[in-house]
């Protein structure tokens, strides 16, 4: 499939982190026939929109009532990326994440089926759990993994429904790791600690970053695949116009970092030496935290992805200083 000034997309979450990146790099590519559905609330989010071009704005909670009871209200759509859900890891209202992370994704993807139009939904790499089983996207029996939080539950809830129906290779489905980058302000305390430490040496001049709870791991060692977000957008097209690509993908780096080497390239950025501190993981965290995560990326390069991608430093470097630095948004770059 070919991206072109007539393709017509539906993207849920669309003035969110990854769901206004996808609309700012679609825009780089001659795109505007966009609609994007998602709830604004009473935070800056709605600020992520003005920079970028759409055909129309829906309410995230009148879609599904849309989808159910006047889908040709909606018309059609050639593309449907699902990136609308509550993201919060520490969310504990279940109910609430059942409804708006499970329920939606499933009469979305039923809906993009029967109109025949291709659905891209994000999935989660919390479905991995604590990375035990590993995290290989290959994975056939999908009952063996254990999501440490609900959050991660909603989102492996219907990765198995969609096997169970036998509709996984005819979508595709997106287990991003740890993005970050512009546009996520708005995310409150689930924000990148790039934001946060960013905000903090600006603040205070220092860092502060968990102790380890365990002895194979020193404090500040805990790993993580970090993704920048231009990255993310990027593998996030590529496997929505490759008609053969089907089922769960990994979105990562492929290298795992620690928290010491991003906290060092944030410091690098800013022309700084780092200083950390190590403060205690709070209680409620101990037992859902992760610390080791690392996308093993093979399938999405089986599926013909060849770019390159940014290093951490060059990464941290263009968000730093061509975003934070002057709280600019994607889009505000060309503006």
Same mark, same amino acid.
């Given at each position: ?19 206004? %990146? ?11 026939n ?7 609330? #009473? ?7 003005? =920079?970028?071009?759409?055909?129309? *704005?829906?309410?995230?909670?009148? &879609? ?6 006047? =889908? ?8 449907i ?13 279940? /109910? *609430?994440l ?7 994704t ?7 089926l ?8 994000? #999935?989660? %790499?919390a ?13 056939? /029996? ?11 539950? #909603?989102?492996?809830?219907? /990765? &198995?429904? %969609? ?18 980058? =512009?546009?996520? /302000? ?5 924000? #990148?600690?790039?934001?946060?430490? *960013? ?16 002895p ?17 957008i ?13 089922? &769960? ?7 795992a ?15 700084k ?6 403060? %205690?993981?709070?209680e409620?965290?101990?037992s859902?935290?992760?610390? *080791? ?43």
């Amino acid at each position: 499939m070919n991206l072109t000034p007539d393709t017509r997309i539906l993207v849920t979450g669309g003035a969110g982190f990854i769901g206004s %990146a996808l609309v700012w790099e679609l825009n780089r590519r001659g795109c505007e026939n966009i609609i994007i559905s998602d709830k604004l609330g #009473s935070d800056e989010k709605w600020r992520n929109l003005v =920079p970028l071009k759409f055909h129309d *704005y829906l309410d995230g909670g009148d &879609l599904l009532q849309w989808v159910q009871n006047s =889908p040709s209200k909606l018309g059609s759509f050639d593309i449907i990326f699902h990136l609308g859900a509550c993201s919060a890891t520490t969310e504990r209202n279940a /109910d *609430y994440l059942m409804r708006n992370n499970y329920e939606l994704t499933k009469e979305l993807a039923l809906w993009a089926l029967e109109k025949r139009s291709r659905f891209v939904y994000a #999935s989660s %790499a919390a479905t991995y759990g604590d990375g035990n089983l590993g995290m290989d996207d290959t994975l056939q /029996d999908l009952h063996r993994l254990r999501p440490l939080n609900m959050y991660g539950y #909603s989102k492996h809830l219907f /990765d &198995l429904y %969609a096997k169970r129906l036998g509709i996984d290779q005819n979508i595709v489905g997106l287990k991003y790791f740890n993005v970050y980058g =512009p546009n996520e /302000d708005h995310k409150a305390d689930m924000r #990148s600690v790039v934001h946060k430490a *960013y905000g903090q040496i600006l603040e205070t001049g220092k860092v502060n970053l968990f102790k380890s709870d365990r002895p194979d791991y020193k404090d500040g060692e805990q790993m993580r695949d970090f993704l920048y977000v231009k990255d993310a957008i990027k593998m996030t097209l590529h496997l929505a116009c490759t008609e053969t690509a089907g089922g &769960l993908y990994n979105l990562g780096s492929g290298q795992a970092h620690t928290w010491i080497q991003l906290v060092n390239a944030i410091y690098s950025a800013l022309g700084k030496e780092p200083v950390i501190d190590f403060v %205690a993981m709070p209680e409620h965290l101990k037992s859902k935290y992760q610390y *080791y995560t690392c996308a093993d990326i093979k399938r999405l390069k089986q599926s013909g992805y060849t770019e390159a991608l940014h290093t951490l430093v060059e990464a941290v470097h263009d968000y730093v200083c061509g975003y934070l630095v002057g709280d600019k948004r994607l889009g505000d770059e060309v503006s």
